[in-house]
């Protein structure tokens, strides 16, 4: 599973650690979403959807949907 | 001596977080670790005491070899209430660096009477499962440290 954490985390200017603690989480766990290696059960999904004021299908996306979406980049250009 | 071990590797770099203070983060807490100290002390006097001090009565040997159960269900007390505090992943990355440790061992001791039906090792004795099980352990929490980064 892709996710937008890192580019709405830098629109919002908060570091990992700031997130975290927001979220109730460890940093190295904002860390490990951000990077893909771990995905968030469904409770903190809805949480970090609430904290970034969108829904969880904004912030997070399938492999498919994020090749998808690169494709139609592509095709736009 | 496993649960230092597991405090020595793992917990100094898992940082708990508590869900009724949002973000407060604190190091494995002192409760466990003095309890697993204790037990480990316990553990040694009690063997210590049962095998030089036979001239005590067996009541009181007796007493000697209850106080690491004491240090024992404290420290799993305080593992428990530590454990309850950690977020998702860190439950995970626990999970796995344990079964790795279980299973490590498992494996091993369902390979031993091969190997030893085969010659190459003597009788199995206890103590040879417990330096199993610190190994496995010690791999699984190895790894675990790796990954929590």
């Known amino acids: 599973m892709k996710n937008r954490l890192k580019v709405l985390r830098a629109e919002n200017d908060w570091s990992q650690a700031r997130l975290a603690e927001v979220l109730g989480v460890s940093r190295q766990t904002v860390n490990a979403i951000e990077t893909g290696k771990y995905d968030p059960s469904l409770p903190l999904a809805f949480e970090l959807a609430r904290v970034f004021g969108m829904r969880i299908e904004e912030i997070f996306f399938s492999d498919s949907e994020a090749t998808d979406r690169m494709g139609a980049r592509l095709e736009g250009r | ?149």
Do not use: W
């Open chain 2, 1 to 149: 001596m496993l649960d230092i071990l597991a405090i020595v590797l793992y917990y100094p770099n898992m940082n708990s977080t508590s869900s009724s203070s949002a973000g407060f983060c604190n190091r494995g807490s002192a409760g466990q670790f003095v309890s697993a100290i204790l037990m480990a002390l316990a553990v040694a006097g009690a063997v210590l005491l049962e095998s030089f001090a036979k001239f005590l009565p067996t009541a009181v040997k007796a007493l000697i070899l209850l106080v690491p159960l004491g240090c024992g269900v404290a420290y799993v007390h305080f593992l428990l209430r530590d454990m309850r505090r950690l977020d998702e992943l860190q439950l995970r990355v626990h999970l796995e660096a344990a079964a790795v440790g279980c299973l490590g061992t498992f494996v091993v001791m369902l390979l031993y009477p091969a190997v030893q039906y085969a010659g190459f090792l003597g009788q199995l004795r206890p103590v040879y499962v417990v330096f199993v099980l610190i190994g496995s352990m010690g791999l699984g929490y190895a790894n675990a440290v790796r990954r929590y980064k």
